[in-house]
């Protein structure tokens, strides 16, 4: 059984080794694999592994000897479902590893908006506090969350953990799924609104000038789900405007980032590099879960399959 692991340096970039997936097989690993070598690289292999690597039609048809995919990942959006499925190919995904780590990330978004820790930090690093002639000095407002309202859209896994970190931050927690006026609901009563849903053909872009409208001037929006959720330009132009507060998000529309991003430059807004799943605790979780996609996949028994 030949596995070919296409772009491993996500899963393990030095502390995460690939062990329980090479004992599988004769595996291959590489780092990145470019999508000009894809075919190449994937052309003798039983199985991939791919994170974010695009397996479309086109590429699928030229693989005759690939029985299963497995995804190192919750999401799937790379991998052409029915193509893979017409050809006889189980697609797998993991879909329960990161929890804890994203819904922890996600509060530190909130956090960050609430107290802007790094940019005081920063202040005293450069010199201001010992230049000030006050026992403390603030540069932005310092918002307490309890009392205020937790709008989370999207109530898997995810959106109930962070309703319970939430809670023990004191916070009011509302939370609504596909019903847009269940969103709007959430939108107007909420301080804060954090997303926590997969993105389908019929979300993508779902946060645009009229949803932003609909939130309070005094609000923060948090995304750690799918950048494809958000339309960019206008989120920006809602942060210049002083429409909403702030925004943090941890996943954009095409990563790595583009120079051109317009979030690059508005303003009261944290981006961070996709890195909420990205704990050591929820890697090895992944990997394991792999392994065992692998495995009961070889057994004649596929667990997880997103493509029945």
């Known amino acids: 059984m030949r596995i070919a692991v296409l772009d491993g340096h996500m899963l ?9 997936v090479a ?12 999508a000009t070598e894809v075919i190449e690289r994937s052309a003798d292999a039983d199985v991939i592994v791919t994170n974010k690597i695009v397996l479309s039609k086109e590429v699928l048809d030229r693989l005759p000897k690939l029985k299963f995919i497995t995804a190192t990942a919750t999401g799937y959006n790379t991998i052409d479902l029915a193509a893979a499925k017409a050809r006889g190919v189980s697609v797998s995904n993991v879909p329960e590893y990161g929890t804890d780590s994203v819904a922890q990330f996600t509060f530190a978004l909130i956090l960050e908006l609430a107290n802007s820790v790094g940019h005081h930090n920063d202040a005293v690093q450069s010199g201001l506090w010992s230049r000030q002639p006050h026992v403390s000095f603030w540069e932005t407002d310092q918002v307490e ?6 709008g989370i859209i999207g109530y898997g896994r995810i959106g109930r953990r962070v309703e ?20 709007d609901r959430v939108l107007a009563a909420s301080d804060v609104v954090s997303m926590h849903c997969p993105l389908t053909d019929g979300n993508a872009g779902m946060v645009h000038r009229g949803f932003l409208s609909k939130m ?26 002083g429409k909403i507060a702030g925004a943090a998000v941890d996943v954009v529309s095409f990563e790595p980032i583009k120079p051109d991003n317009p979030l690059l430059t508005a303003k009261h807004c944290i981006i961070t590099p996709h890195i909420a799943w990205a704990s050591l605790e929820a890697r090895k979780r992944l990997m394991q879960a792999t ?17 029945p």
């Not at 392994?291 to 493509?307: D, K, M, S, Y």
């Open 145 to 150: 969350l309890a009392g205020k309202t937790l």
């Open 164 to 183: 319970e970190i939430g809670k023990a931050f004191g916070m009011r927690v509302i939370h609504a799924g596909r019903d847009p006026l269940d969103i």
């Open 12 to 20: 393990n970039p030095g502390d995460n080794p690939w062990d329980a």
């Open 23 to 34: 004992a599988l097989g004769d595996m291959t690993l590489y780092d990145l694999t470019p």
């Open 291 to 307: 392994a065992e996609n692998i495995r009961a996949f070889l057994a004649g028994t596929p667990v997880n399959v997103v493509n």
């Open 216 to 241: 309070r001037s005094t609000a923060f929006l948090i995304n750690t789900a799918r950048g494809g959720l958000v339309n960019e330009q206008d989120l920006a132009d809602a942060l210049n405007a």
